[in-house]
């Protein structure tokens, strides 16, 4: 078998290097996952068919199972299947699938959904395009991706240095930069949450870089903050999608009109989500 050297394959194995080096069990808290999900409630989906293109190592398909769909099935590009299956073992019946999830068939579901994937694909829109092409006529969608707007300080100083951790040994990266980085975002969020518990008013948000998002994450512990910047850091590629280019995805025509939402997530990133169309128009 011929290795995968496709840009996509570099950027799965060194997000595996991540996920492979977590503590057993899912990354993320359920509270996370249901705000992730909104406006969609997974209990809806209880009895159907559900897909996730790019599960990392299962973090999110942990949760998922627990809402027990007919069939939950999820494809990785990254060499994270014995790291998934071990989180994933009180639930045996998912299905996991190693592959480029641009390039997956496995038919339709009632919900697909692709959580922080797109935006580091070399191509986006067609990741996108592989979202509505699992989704059934009549079935849900619903991504998350880093936003162009309110990411400016990561664009401007977090992506030149991750240019160049990524083409360090993961280990270098996670201990050497990450961590020492890290530790003042920690304090700065955690002061931020002491200081605005109900909120960053919007006059001060303007001066306070990520805000809001500081807010979020300063519910969680440092181990969670860490892996967060190593994430940042570790990947050759990540993207910042403006909101015209979101809005374009959604302009498919197999997207009922109605249907589609775009909510603008901690004051840096989307999520965007709708119906395909029962019928061809």
């Known amino acids: 078998m011929v290795a995968d050297t496709s840009p996509d394959a ?26 992730w999900f909104l406006p969609l409630d997974p209990e809806e989906f209880r009895g159907k068919s559900v897909l996730e293109l790019g599960f990392g190592n299962g973090s999110l398909l942990v949760h998922m199972a627990g809402f ?12 994270t299947l014995e790291t998934t299956r071990r989180n994933l073992r009180d639930f045996p019946s998912v299905e996991l699938y190693r592959g480029n999830l641009t390039r997956a068939e496995l038919g339709d579901f009632a919900l697909v959904y692709c959580i922080g994937v797109l935006h580091h694909l070399q191509d986006p829109a067609e990741g996108f395009a592989a979202v509505l092409r699992h989704t059934e006529p009549g079935g849900r969608f619903h ?12 664009r401007h100083v977090v992506d030149p240095l991750r240019r160049v951790t990524a083409r360090l040994p993961w280990w270098v990266t996670k201990y050497a930069v990450a961590l020492p980085l890290v530790l003042p ?4 969020a ?3 949450k002491a200081l605005f518990p109900n909120g960053v008013p919007e006059r001060a948000a303007r001066f306070l870089p990520l805000a809001d998002y500081s807010l979020w994450i300063a519910e969680r512990e440092l ?13 050759p590629r990540t993207v910042y999608i403006a909101r015209d280019e979101v809005d374009r995805w959604l302009s498919a025509p197999d997207i009922e009109p109605e249907s589609r939402y775009v909510i603008f997530r901690n004051g840096n990133s989307w999520k965007l989500g709708g119906t395909k169309r029962a019928s061809a128009s």
Not at 69 to 78: D, F, H, M, N, T
Not at 185 to 188: A, G, R, S, T
């Open 10 to 35: 570099v950027t799965a194995s060194a997000f595996s290097e991540s996920w492979n080096h977590l503590p057993e069990g899912s990354a993320y808290t359920r509270s996370q996952f249901l705000e």
């Open 185 to 188: 975002y920690f304090v700065y």
């Open 143 to 154: 991504c998350w991706v880093y936003a162009r707007e309110g990411n400016a300080i990561i």
């Open 223 to 235: 181990g969670f903050f860490h892996h967060v910047a190593f994430d940042q850091l570790v990947t």
């Open 68 to 79: 027990a769909p007919s069939r939950l099935c999820g494809v990785e590009l990254g060499d």
């Open 190 to 192: 955690k002061l931020m």
